[in-house]
């Protein structure tokens, strides 16, 4: 069947581009619903150790459940007006039952994530290591988007990334299982290293434990030799971006900037690319 999907030229990209813009339908409610989910469980916990009563929320909030609605009318989302990007298109961004603009940002994140897998397509043939891009580029999508909302990277997502990469390469998918190993430790302690160095200088803390994990989990998917790439070009990225917001939003360099968009933009275009901008490297300072 895989074969027979390499001979279709057209179909495993239209497979993916239309897959890929059901899935950032679906990262939509995980960019939003997840960190709502985590604070009532942070509420209840905090709860349960000062022995205070939490009230209940009318509805338990889930991934799947209650069914998505209107934030403004709390009108039902039908089926037929939850079509990725043509439904926004068709409702010319507004809901269809009040009337209030819907946010732009659902049918760019899903139109982003059907690109980026589409993209998959042309580095990839029908096979584990595509199936393994296209978990590892959705996971990315969420972590970057959660973080640009919330500076936050979840343990629910970062941790079965580590786990997922150490899978993938069981079978050497991406690299070895020694290398994904030594990557995934490395990654972790990398950044701790850093943290923990930069908090005895300056007293403060530069970066969270989520990024750690995310390292981690780009060792563990791609390799241990990858890291240094991955980290250059996320300091470069973040350096560049962080000028660029305070010059054009004058923000201070006192409030924070999240440092997970740019690992895990590092860490596609490593997936992508990384040996040959490797190897380009290291050619071109004569260590290869």
């Known amino acids: 069947m895989l074969q027979a999907f390499d001979q279709l030229n057209w179909f495993l990209p239209l497979c993916l581009l239309l897959l890929g813009l059901v899935v950032g339908s679906f990262l939509n409610v995980v960019i939003y619903r997840l ?40 009108a039902a989302i039908k089926p037929w007006q939850n079509i990725p990007v043509v439904s926004y298109l068709a409702l010319g961004g507004k809901c269809a039952n009040c009337g209030t603009g819907i946010s732009w940002r659902y049918p760019a994140i899903e139109t982003v994530t059907g690109l ?54 069981l079978g050497e998918t991406y690299v070895s299982l020694q290398d994904a190993v030594i990557g995934a430790m490395a990654g972790y302690m990398i950044l701790w290293s850093i943290y923990w160095l930069f908090k005895l200088l300056t007293g403060k803390e530069g970066m969270g434990y989520g990024d750690f994990k995310l390292l981690a989990a780009l060792g563990a998917w791609l390799g241990w030799q990858i890291l240094p790439v991955i980290i250059l070009l996320s300091s470069l990225v973040g ?21 997970g968009p740019y690992l895990a933009a590092a860490g596609w275009i490593a997936l992508l690319w990384g040996e040959d901008i490797l190897s380009r490297y290291l050619g071109a300072t004569g260590l290869g």
């Open 116 to 169: 980026m897998t589409l993209v998959l397509a042309w580095h990839f043939s029908a096979s584990p290591a595509l199936l393994g891009a296209a978990l590892f580029t959705w996971a990315l999508i969420a972590l970057t988007m959660i973080d640009v909302d919330h500076q936050l990277l979840p343990d629910d997502i970062t941790l079965p990334l580590v786990w997922l990469g150490l899978l993938f390469n």
């Open 239 to 259: 350096a560049v971006c962080g000028i660029a917001l305070m010059v054009i939003k004058r923000r201070g360099k006192e409030i924070p900037i999240p440092f």
């Open 35 to 74: 960190p709502l989910m985590m604070e009532s469980r942070w509420r209840r916990d905090c709860c349960e150790l000062l022995e205070v009563e939490q009230e209940k929320p009318e509805k338990p909030l889930g991934l799947a459940t209650p069914n998505s609605h209107c934030p403004h009318c709390k």
